[in-house]
């Protein structure tokens, strides 16, 4: 038997479907290493030979100028590098809460599009075909611009109750400032959070064991807020205010929200609100109609129905469009260099970037933050949307 | 027409963001073209393409019927005039403060006459070289005059409104630190929208050259509630640049500029260049090219000189045409006369 194995003719390695598809690839693979280093070798050559700064060297020099909103510590005398975090951080900002408001309002239109109710139903389809169909940038710029002509003067403020301002500079609101003391309330609101979820699991799978309903909207609130308030009260209120007040010119202290993010974050938001309306839309109306019948066959209230039944199995289509739009988000966050406010953009790929010349450099770091974010957004969308998919029996 | 108006104006943005990320890509492939001789790139395109600004009344400005005025288009027509003995050679590229540099180190202009800054760190590592100084100036403050502010020294936690990609940004940074005094700022990609931004209400003041707040105080809806302020926070020597790697190139540049000068300190005008030509005095002579071979040795034809004077006239001419008496502007000479009349212009003699 050995003897015929050793003896049948073995065929050569090119007719092997399999190594001749990995010798495409590396051979592929190859190429495009090549011309990868081509072109950074050619590059780093021209460079050269004009002259220009290369390197990311310039990331500690000084940047010497001013950014209208950081979170982090920043001034005229931090680095480049600082200035690429204060951008990056200002986009982040912008692109969550814009992803966030977005998604609220574009829900709620998007089931007010169905409403059987013909006002509430035409009105959010006015919405939709209005907003969808002006381009983003006249938006923001009307946007921004209306903030700032709406808006009174610094002098002619808006006072809020409480001691807020609002004004075209901004709105101004008091920033409390926690003592020592009120550590225990924070300790406090982690474990309210904490009980509260363990909590919904127990009241959940009580209901499915037993149909019994706990007043889960209640105790949740009782523990994330009613009880790190008791704490703050037992621990003496260890809490003060600095409370913005007038200067010479402007408004110090308090938490200052500009204008130009005001305007941006609103503009992002209505815009993107309106695309996903239309993913919601459609998401629901993939769910057959048998589901919502059966749902009333059952005894549910119609908003119950829509609640338990039609939305958890319409997310199975919703969340892929829906990841595209809040990529869209955090791309059109670069329109902010029109209005103003001081994104990732406008910081580094604007004046980082003039002030060192260093274009090649500057671009592709900015390139590989947005691709990062979006990769970023998409992988977790994809985990959710496994959780959501149809579990086939 | 949804996607015409969507394309106008998200251009407006678009254009820059894609522009610049082009522009990179460029300056990474074509920095070669540094070296190559500009010159002859010039003559067998059949134009120059000059860097400009497209906004700033008495610097550079297109009017409606897309004719360019200001001191900087008026410089490049002196380099086509010299070249091609016909200034309308010129083609200009309107470029915001923070996309100029880029363009000019990837070849997308020729020059850059965009009221730009000579500064050290442009100078070199930018890859670039300014020739000449074609306008002193410094950076100014406007402000409302209700809000009875009389010195910059008071600006203490203002909010001052300013253009990215500026020496202006810079300055304005380093004058509130030196004063420790507190800044707010509020940075815009164009002067449009900074402008705009301060007119309503949203910045205490207005920051930028003092030349150029001449020109666009003119902008505002109503001027005569506004008022510049004495200070004069920086020296601002603005001037034509060229990439480095072509000395010839520099050469012409930077001898256009003097050219100019020179014509103004010898009273060679526009209106009288052609009398002028018979003239003995040697020095004329060997400007206007009857006497010498100086053109030549710039690689341009001996009666360059003429031929700027001809079609765009003497530095003087061109300064009170565009930002002097006969604009609206009415910049006095100030630093910017001859030498022998108090200013600083100053050109080396041709011989
Ligand atoms: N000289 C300064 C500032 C030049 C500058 O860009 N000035 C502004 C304000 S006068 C301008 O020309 N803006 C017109 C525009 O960007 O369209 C520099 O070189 O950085």
Redesign the pocket.
Known sequence: MAAVETTRPKAPLIYNPKARGIAYQLLLCALILFLAWSAIHNAAENLARAKIATGFGFWDNTAGFDISQSLIEYSTTSSYGRAFWVGLINTLLVAALGVVFATLLGFLLGIARLSRNWLVARMAGFYVETIRNIPLLLQLLFWYNAVLKALPGIRESFVIPGGGFLNNRGLFLPQPVFGPAARFALIALLLGVVAAIVYRSWARRRQMATGQQAPVLWVTLGLVIALPLAVLALSGWPVTFSYPESGRFNIRGGIEVLPEFMALLFGLSIYTAAFIAEVVRAGILAVAKGQTEAAYSLGLRPGLALRLVVIPQSMRVIVPPLTSQYLNLTKNSTLAVAIGYPDLVQIFAGTVLNQTGQAVEVIVITMAVYLTISLVTSGLMNLYNRRMALVER | MRGVLACVLGGLVIKSVVLRLALAAAVAIAASAASAQTLNTIKSRGGINCGS????AGFGLPDSQGRWTGLDVDFCKALAAAIFNDPNKAKFVPL??KDRFTALQSGEVDVLAR???WTSSRDTSLGLNFTAINYFDGQGFIVRKALKVNSALELGDAAVCV?QG???ELNLADYFRANKMKLKTVTFA???EALKAYDAGRCDAYT??AS?LAG?RLRLANVNDHIILPEVISK?P?GPAVRHGDDQWFDIVKWTHYAMVNAEEFGITQANVDDQKKSDNPDIKRLLGTEGKHGEALGLSDDWAYRIIKHVGNYGEAFERNVGQGSPLKIARGLNGLWNKGGLQFAPPVR
Not at chain 2, 53 to 56: A, H, K, P, R
Request: charged fraction near 15%; aromatic fraction near 0%.
């Open positions: 600004n497209g906004t700033l915001t403060a009221n730009t800054t253009q500026t020496t202006t164009t002067s449009t930028t050259d150029g666009e601002e603005l």
